[in-house]
């Protein structure tokens, strides 16, 4: 059973970058897509990003598409999220998630069945 850890959460400027990080142990993340998930203060859980590390394929949401950008390692020991031009808006505590490749269909958080500890971003204005 893999174990999740984010990281690379802080404090940053409207318009600035953050790369947040979420590395496996246990086991790799072969055979599992891993999604990024936030929750703002006062509002539900919203899938983010999601990567399947079988075939590489990716979905973003709206909000983030076009100024996130996520990715895995060649070892599928770490997953990624490359977030630029932040906005006050992103603020929320960011989790990683995974789940066997095959029981997902669509970046949902109730597909996803193994968490890691959030990470809080705060964008200033």
């Known amino acids: 059973e893999v174990q999740l850890q984010a990281s690379g959460g802080g404090l940053v400027q409207a318009g600035g970058s953050l790369r947040l990080s979420c590395a496996a142990s246990g086991s790799t993340f072969d055979d599992y897509a891993v999604g990024w998930f936030r929750q703002a203060p006062g509002k539900e859980r919203e899938g983010v990003s999601c990567?399947?590390?079988?075939?590489?394929?990716?979905l973003y949401a709206e909000s983030a598409k076009g100024r996130f950008t996520i990715s895995a390692d060649n070892a599928k020991t770490t997953v990624f999220l490359e977030m630029n031009n932040l906005k006050p808006e992103d603020t929320a505590v960011y989790y990683c998630?995974?789940?066997?490749?095959?029981?997902?269909?669509?970046?949902?958080?109730?597909?996803?069945?193994?968490w890691g500890q959030g990470t809080l971003v705060t964008v200033s204005s």
């Open positions: 998630a995974a789940v066997v490749e095959g029981d997902w269909n669509d970046c949902n958080d109730n597909d996803f069945d193994y």
């Open positions: 990567i399947s590390t079988d075939n590489g394929s990716t």
